[in-house]
């Protein structure tokens, strides 16, 4: 099992340009996630969809688009880049366990992270 | 909005010694996860915490969870180098599809 995979790992991209980041799940997992990872501020989530054909805005969603149209991939686009999308983008999936008094567990698996640079 | 504060920020220690580092969270919530990121890696998982009360222990390393007072400590005993990283808590809320909010993570530097 390869986990979670993203391409490309790096990227430098100039102002204007677009991109799309592939993150690739082989865990048959129902959700997945984007996030940006900048100093000081942990991660902080971008898109994330909770099955094939769905998706839903998190806390900082503009200048990104997403789509996931087959359940083990999630694609995240930036349409025209600008220099505060400098970051770490990571890309997570989770399934879901069951815990006491019926909690839901959603224990995220992470990728390795794409290292995006916009100059 | 739920808010994820963590403290210290920066954590250095000397191997052997013991510290505690605190997260707190500001609105009622069942589950927080902690993780352990290495320098330019990716996150890895450590404990999932479920419901008031819990404890989990794995080596040096020993989180507990109060629902109640919107606490969770991880506390590592016995500190040595490999330990050297940086922890985030992490929690979502209850109707929130696994959507995590984290905190700012804390960086632990272990000295010989």
């Known amino acids: 099992n390869a986990g979670v995979t993203q391409t490309p790992k790096f990227r430098v991209l100039k102002t204007g340009q677009s991109m799309t980041l592939l993150c690739a799940q082989d865990?048959?997992?129902?959700?997945m996630y984007w996030y940006r990872q900048d100093p000081g501020m942990g991660l902080r989530l971008i898109h994330y969809?909770?099955?094939?054909?769905?998706?839903a805005k998190g806390e900082v969603p503009d200048g990104y688009n997403v789509s996931r149209l087959k359940k083990q991939n999630f694609l995240l686009g930036l349409e025209s880049a600008a220099p505060s999308q400098t970051s770490v983008y990571f890309c997570?999936?989770?399934?879901?366990?069951?815990?006491?008094?019926?909690?839901?567990?959603?224990?995220?698996?992470f990728g390795p992270g794409t290292r995006l640079t916009v100059t | 909005e739920l808010k994820v504060e963590q403290n210290p920020l920066f954590l250095s220690m000397q191997e052997g010694k013991n510290y505690t580092i605190y997260c707190n969270y500001s609105?009622?919530?069942?589950?927080l996860y902690w993780y352990r990121q290495d320098p330019g890696k990716s996150l890895e998982s450590l404990f999932v915490?479920?419901?008031?009360?819990a404890v989990k222990q794995e080596g040096r390393l020993m989180a507990s969870l109060d629902t109640k007072a919107r606490l969770s400590t991880l506390h590592i005993t016995a500190a040595v180098h490999d330990l050297s990283a940086t922890y985030f808590c992490?929690?979502?809320?209850?109707?929130?599809?696994?959507?995590?909010?984290f905190g700012q993570g804390t960086i632990l530097t272990v000295h010989p």
């Open positions: 915490l479920l419901s008031n009360g």
């Open positions: 865990m048959n997992h129902e959700y």
């Open positions: 969809s909770v099955g094939e054909g769905t998706t």
């Open positions: 992490a929690v979502d809320i209850h109707t929130s599809y696994g959507k995590l909010t």
């Open positions: 997570a999936s989770s399934g879901v366990g069951y815990g006491p008094k019926s909690l839901y567990i959603y224990e995220q698996y």
């Open positions: 609105t009622t919530s069942d589950r």
